[in-house]
Nanobody, 115 residues
């Protein structure tokens, strides 16, 4: 019933910005947690940040102050605004939607930050 489609990844220089989008199809209950994760080669999947019930946000220390999570209910889309990007941010980024009845993942989008 629910499908997530990510977009916005690409190649940027250090210090640059990207905005990732996660468009959801299907009905999304108001009670949910939308999270952004990333996985770099040789590393475990890391929680970047999340937004709970569309209100409360939380961020990993490594991205705090640089990344911002938001949502647009009219477009049924969540965003990850990434500023002041560093080479260490290079990874495949995934969006995740946790619902009472299930857990859904996007296909992932590659972000590469060059020095």
């Amino acid at each position: 019933q629910v499908r997530l489609v990510e977009s916005g990844g690409g190649l940027v220089q250090a210090g640059g910005s990207l905005r990732l989008s996660c468009a959801a199809s299907g009905s999304i209950p108001s009670i949910n947690v939308m999270g952004w994760y990333r996985q770099a080669p040789g590393k475990q999947c890391e929680l970047v940040g999340s937004i709970t019930n569309g209100i409360s946000t939380s961020y990993a220390d490594s991205v705090k102050g640089r990344f911002t999570i938001s949502r647009d209910n009219a477009k049924n889309t969540a965003y990850l605004q990434m500023n002041s990007l560093k080479p260490e941010d290079t990874a495949v980024y995934y969006c995740n939607l946790w619902l009472v009845l299930g857990n859904y993942w996007g296909q992932g989008t590659q972000v590469t930050v060059s020095s």
